[in-house]
């Protein structure tokens, strides 16, 4: 679905969405955001760059951290479900991967996360589902990839709510 399309489901729905990004550093909230009236329906976002934050503000378990690291189906999950509760939305959004230029540390507990892959997950009041993404190009097209993916789960989400 497009920003456009999305934003209308949602305000038709009565529904409010939140983000928590890593891998995007804001850029699906920003994407909903860029559409007229989407203040009646997004409630915000949580940059949650850094894994300190992950556990800190959003509350992923430092054992998992530990052992997955922060590219993980779990930890996009965990960070969707907390988003809700921390801003208050139905449905929230989670990004994580790894854009480069290096690989991002964890994803395994012998072997990093490769470029271009990562997680998105939508956790909305009827479910949640979770999907594994790889990406090739530079930074921009691994974020816009994933900013693509994001807000089609997010649509598959709405439609089977």
Not at 57 to 71: N, Q, T
Request: proline share 5%.
């Amino acid at each position: 679905m497009t920003p456009e399309a999305l934003i209308a489901r949602l305000t038709g729905d009565g529904l409010t969405v939140a983000t928590a990004e890593s891998l995007t550093g804001g850029l699906v909230c920003a994407a909903l955001t860029d559409v007229p009236g989407a203040s009646a329906c997004v409630r915000g976002g949580i940059i949650a760059y850094a894994v300190a934050i992950k556990q800190e503000v959003l509350g992923v378990d430092a054992g998992l951290l530990a052992r997955r690291g922060a590219v993980d189906p779990d930890v996009a999950l965990h960070m969707a479900a907390s988003v809700r509760d921390v801003l208050g939305a139905d449905v929230g959004v989670a990004t994580t991967g790894s854009a480069g230029p290096d690989p991002a540390p964890g994803g395994s507990e012998t072997a990093p996360v490769a470029l271009g892959a990562g997680f998105v997950a939508v956790v909305g009041p009827g479910g949640s589902l979770v999907r594994g993404f790889t990406a090739r190009g530079d930074r921009a097209e691994v974020r816009a990839a994933a900013v693509s993916t994001a807000l089609d789960l997010l649509g598959q989400v709405l439609v089977a709510d």
